[in-house]
Every structure is written in C-alpha cells, then in structure tokens.
C-alpha cells in the first residue's frame, strides 16, 4: 500500500491541489483526498490520467522517418507507395524481431505519458503465409513487450481477408490473411488465450477495412458483437478507398457501415478523414468513436477529418499515433487543432458549449473516448477502484511553475513536450520518472541488434 501526495491532480472536474491518492497492493486507488499535510510520497508534479493511445502498429515503428527520402522525385509518392514500403518491411519481421521493436516503441509511448495502447494488429503469420504452431505468436510477441515497457495493451487482432472490394489477396499480404469468418474466429481464441492471466492486456475485435473483408462477414463479425470486447475498423482514410467503395456497393463506406450494422459506443472507426455532412451526423448520432492519427495522416497526407461538423452532432473522439511518426500524445491534439485552425480561420476548435477551456477539453474527450478504445470505459480520471495510471508533468518546469491552474491544462496541451515529463504512472507504479524507464537498457540493446539485421535504417 502507497500514497502519493501530488501537488495538484487533475479531475474531469477541474485540477485539485494536495490531492493524496491511496493505492492498494495492486495499484488501485483506495481513496482520494485533499490534505494539508503530504502523507506518503510528496511529487512535487501535476498529475493527469495516463494518455491512452487508441491506434497503433507497432511493427511500423521501424519505419518511422525512412518514406521521406525521394530519390525518384518525378515519382507520385502518396500512401499507396508508402503502403508498398511498409508491406516491404513487414514481409521480412520474426516474431523475436516484432517483440523487439514493439518493446521499444511501447517503451517510447510510456516515456511520453501513454498508459495504453491498441494495437491494431493484422501481421499474423510466418513469412511464407503460414499459420504459426501458436496461431496468436505474433501477437503473443505484443503482449510480451508491452509487458516489458510497462504499458497496457488492448490487443485487437485482425480480420484480413482479401486485397480489395471483391479482389483476392496479393501475395505480399500473405502474413495477414484469414480466409474464412471460422479461421478469424480461431485466431480472436488463440489470441484470448494469450492474455489469459495478463492482468496488463485484454482483447479486442476488429476488421482491418471494409476492401479487405468480405461484407456479409462484415455484417456477422458486427452481429457477434456482444459489447465486452471493443470493436475497431479503418474506415474513409483515403479518397481512392471511397471511390472503390462506390464503385462496388454504390454506398460511401462509413455509410454502408451505418446502414449494414448497428454501431454503438463499442465501435471505433478509424481515420474516417472524408466523411460527409450525414456520415459525421450518422457516426455521431450511433455513439460510435473515432480514432483520429493526426501526425500519420499528416504525414500521409490522408487529409483532414470534418472536426467542426462532428463536434457539432456531439461525436466521441481518441488519438493514436498509427505508423509512430510522432509519439507525443500533445503534439498530436495540437496537429488536429491547429489543422482545422488553418481552414477555419478560428481558434476555437476545442471549444463546446459548456466549456471554452481547449486543453482541457481536448485531454478529456481523448482520454474518455480512448479508454472505450481500451475496452475499459471509465467516466471519472481517478476513482476509487480503478488502477492509477498516471501522465506527471514537472512544477518545476518554467512555463509550468509560472502558470495558474486556470491556465495549466491549455500550458500542458500547448506548449509541453516530453522533457516536461516527471515520469508515467502504470498501475501505482512508475515505469518511467526522470529520464529512466523499466527494462529500458535491454529494450535499446535489442532494438538496435534488430535495426541492424533488418538493415531498413542505413
Ligand atoms: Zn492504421
């Protein structure tokens, strides 16, 4: 049992100053309260729910950075030739490399403050297409680095069928596919199994897009659904996937999705970048989240999401960082702002009616929204019962230790980086604080010794 006094902890409420948090054994918070005196562990830091990252591939991470050298610069570069060097890599991956660079990439999360991740996981087999003897190896590899990064893990295998709307799997997605509904099944079981006796993972369902399932199995996965695991699809990410949308069901995909299946405030779409005015209306309305990756659909130059319209219709939103280009958890909720700043001429993007404070609104919405990503939805930040998971922001950093807690949610959101960082809290303890992370000296090791045999970097 343990007490940590903060100097101020922040509650969907507001910012409460001496909060004393009392932990059980397991690191479940036992009581909260305001005390004049510290009791426990004084941290002289300011306290908010861990940050949860609702949309992750982990193996991408060895990527991060290399699609931006052009040699051919009389060559279209856009996501599809992106997409040709990813598949490169992920043709390539053991399961010892992919825990690997999961580890380390699952390590550089907590480091900035994340507490969970989804993992979107669709490489699923051995390099020549075949299931391996433990149908959930590669996933089990996930499961293991986050373990050793101290992070949570909501790990959401794959449903991956064919190539494209009525096209058969190309031979370079060999690792991902499932040909039937019964196959995914087995691999949805293979992968439970995995986090059985886990207490930092559970399982999600998920289909990897509407081109590369089926849609009768899309409409059966979605009838299954029963709301004790989080259901995650890709959905309208790129202009061309609409346009093969049309042209075969002659329905935009998020609305084949809303007229086929009925979402609720399990499903998680991701991206859903091109949405028009009765999709947005239609998501929002169903209480459906979506997942949006600002600085990898900056980076792929997917576009901007309909932000205004949403908000308007009430949507539910998180964050991820999806291809790990950036892992700062802020600077992704100032790309999403400040993007839809740039076409609205306004500054008021994270504004509703009950709240013009941005900040806080932004850190509320993505942590509220990504812990239904979780599959573990909780309404209050910190509550008794729950694990505490922590993101601590220094006092003592100058922007920080001058600014009012009116002002210190928007100063964190808008002008903090990671160096601001005291440390992340997983479960009552500290997997990183100042500058040092658990395991990280073997993670680094094995990264690099990884980096080296793949040989993608150089
Ligand atoms: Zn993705």
Redesign the pocket.
């Known amino acids: 049992m343990a007490t940590y006094t903060f100097k101020a902890l922040l509650t969907e409420n507001g910012w409460v100053e001496n909060a004393a948090v009392q932990l059980d054994a397991q690191g479940n918070i036992l009581s909260i309260s305001q005390t004049a005196s510290p009791q426990g562990e004084y941290i002289n830091g300011y306290a908010l729910p861990g940050f949860q990252n609702a ?3 982990a193996f991408q991470y060895a990527m991060a950075g290399l699609a931006e050298l052009h040699t051919n610069t009389g060559v279209q570069d856009d996501f599809w030739s992106w997409r040709n060097a990813m598949y490169g890599l992920a043709l390539t991956l053991s399961p010892e490399q992919m825990e690997a660079v999961a580890a380390m990439l699952y390590s550089e999360m907590a480091r900035h403050g994340y507490t969970a991740v989804a993992e ?1 996981h669709y490489l699923h087999h051995d390099k020549d297409g075949k299931p391996y003897a433990n149908l959930a190896e590669m996933g089990q590899r996930l499961v293991s680095a986050a373990k050793r990064a101290g992070i949570r893990i909501t790990l959401v295998p794959m449903f991956y069928q064919q190539g494209g709307f009525g096209q058969p799997p190309v031979e370079r997605q060999k690792r991902f596919i499932s040909q039937t509904i019964e196959d995914y099944y087995k691999l949805l079981e293979a992968t439970q199994k995995v986090v059985e006796k886990q207490p930092h993972a559970n399982v999600g369902v998920g289909i990897h897009s509407l081109r590369a399932v089926k849609p009768e199995d899309v409409i059966s996965v979605c009838n299954s659904l029963d709301g004790s695991m989080p259901f995650h699809i ?1 959905v309208s ?1 790129q202009l061309k996937e609409i346009e093969d949308c049309l042209a075969f069901h002659n329905k935009r995909p998020v609305q084949w999705l809303l007229d086929n299946v009925k979402a609720d405030d399990n499903y998680h779409l ?2 859903a970048t091109h949405l028009d005015e009765n999709e947005a209306n239609g998501i929002a309305k169903s209480g459906a989240n979506v997942v949006l ?1 600002p600085s ?1 659909e900056g980076n792929l130059g997917d576009g901007l999401f309909s932000f205004e319209a949403y908000k308007n219709a009430g949507g539910n939103w998180s964050i ?1 960082t ?2 790990h280009v950036g892992l700062n958890p802020l600077e992704e909720l100032r790309i999403l702002d400040y993007g839809q700043r740039l076409i609205s001429h306004k500054r008021t993007t994270f504004v509703t009616p009950q709240s013009g404070d941005s900040g806080f609104n932004a850190l509320k919405m993505a942590w509220q929204s990504g812990r239904k990503a979780m599959g573990a939805p909780h309404v209050q930040f910190f509550a008794p019962g729950q694990p505490f998971d922590a993101a601590v922001f220094k006092a003592t950093s100058p922007l920080i230790a001058t600014a009012s807690l009116r002002n210190l949610s928007n100063t964190l959101v808008y002008s903090a980086d990671v160096s601001d960082m005291l440390g992340t809290v997983v479960s009552g303890k500290w997997v990183n604080k100042e500058g040092a992370s658990i395991n990280r000296e073997a993670i680094v090791a094995d990264f690099v010794k990884v980096m080296k045999e793949l040989g993608t970097r150089v």
Do not use: I, L, M
């Open positions: 949309h992750s591939h979107f890709h990410e991701v991206h990756c990898t991820g999806d291809s």
